[in-house]
């Protein structure tokens, strides 16, 4: 964000709803307490604050925020790997990077150990406020310029031949509705406007999208991504 605990455009109005339940993650106290105070103006829950990895995976585990601010720079414990254990391990947690660095290998890396979203540290204290709240709702958040980048990569990823076991049993049977939004999913839209585009209600799109990963044993977003590609649904 521009200037620390300063806004410099105003920020969205206050989320109806219960607060949501934030961590942040930096080594600098000077930022890391000017974007927790950020937060909690706009109505967030800061359930706790970390300096270094391993604290970090401590703290998030007895809290169990929704949405984890990490930055990726971190003393003791790398931040993608501070995503890998509590993506892993905590159920439901979203993670949106903000991070100095725009560097694509840096962007790619936090991706597929887990983040929803990547956000640099240019970006405004709005900016910041409403990629928290969309990452809450499961959105996937990305500086501009650099969303076109990650779904390269899903697609890179997809045209890889996925090990599989000798006696795999075949794939569970989607609805006709999960199915088509599994494909808009691919095509990288947002929850919001998958919503928007089927007519129905962001949650219900949720619902749908948290079945299809019980369904087909997939984690997260990059994974599920990578299954729809791979049987050409985004091409559909």
């Known amino acids: 964000m521009n200037q620390p605990g300063t806004t410099s455009t105003e920020a969205p109005g206050a989320a109806t709803g219960p607060a949501i339940r934030v961590m942040v993650v930096d080594d600098h106290p000077m930022w890391r307490d000017a974007v927790a105070r950020d937060l909690d103006a706009a109505g967030c829950e800061v359930v706790a604050t970390a300096g270094d990895g391993p604290q970090a995976v401590r703290r998030a585990k007895a809290t169990g925020p929704q949405v984890l601010v990490l930055d990726l720079n971190l003393p003791g414990m790398p931040g993608v790997e501070v995503c890998k254990e509590l993506v892993g391990t905590l159920p439901g947690l979203r993670v949106l990077v903000l991070s100095a660095s725009g560097e694509h290998a840096d962007v790619l890396e936090a991706v597929k150990s887990g983040a929803t979203g990547y956000l640099v540290k240019s970006a405004s204290t709005a900016e910041l406020i409403d990629a928290v709240r969309r990452t809450a709702v499961g959105d996937a958040v990305f500086t501009p310029g650099l969303a076109g980048l990650v779904l390269g990569e899903y697609r890179r990823l997809a ?41 129905i209600s962001h949650r219900t799109v949720q619902n749908h999208v948290q079945n299809t990963l019980g369904k087909l044993q997939l984690h997260n977003r990059v994974e599920l991504v990578r299954y729809a590609i791979e049987r050409g649904l985004d091409d559909a």
């Open 159 to 199: 045209s890889e031949p996925a090990p599989t076991a000798p006696d795999e049993p075949s794939a569970p049977r989607l609805t006709d509705r999960e199915t088509e939004v599994l494909r808009l999913v691919a095509k990288g839209l947002s929850y919001k406007q998958i919503a928007e585009r089927l007519v």
